[in-house]
């Protein structure tokens, strides 16, 4: 069924460079029907780049046994997967608190971070580069065995702090 669902979201495309899956590692959906349904998606499409975000549980803990899940989602995904990228929510809820100044970080504001990292990744990208997916690839990733990545990415500022704009720079 689910296969079913991508084959004709693929259909609709022009053309199918990659697929990025969002999931997380501490137990449940993410865990392991996540890492089944990646492994299935590369059974039907082994030659589609296949790009893995991977959310690391909190240290203190989320789910008894999440340690043990997040290391067989890692093992899983690493045989399937071109590259992943691991995101921690420890380090993620400190720059919100830190650097964005946030009181009362939640998931939305984690969330938010994520989708900010990846788009920094591969953002600006036109439709004249969009085979450029395969030169970051390969840029990140010196070796095909060496999938994992992380995104350091700057600057973080308060929405409050509002726009940057030229003229204010000029004062």
Known sequence: MFMEG??????????????????????????GVGSYLMESYRDEFPTKVLLNALVLPYRSGEVVIQNYNTVLTIANLYDVSDMFVIFENDNLHKMSEN????????????????????????????????????????????????KVVTIKSAPHYPKESGPISATAVRR
């Open 99 to 146: 650097l964005l100044k946030n009181k009362n970080t939640d998931l939305h504001d984690l969330n938010d971070l994520i989708a900010l990292k990846i788009g920094s990744l591969f953002q600006p990208m036109e439709r004249s580069e969009q085979s450029r997916i395969h030169d970051i690839i390969c840029h990140l990733i010196a070796h095909p065995e060496y």
């Open 6 to 31: 991508v084959r004709k979201e693929v259909e609709k495309c022009d053309r199918l460079l990659a697929t990025l899956s969002l999931l997380s590692s501490a137990g449940g959906t993410g865990s």
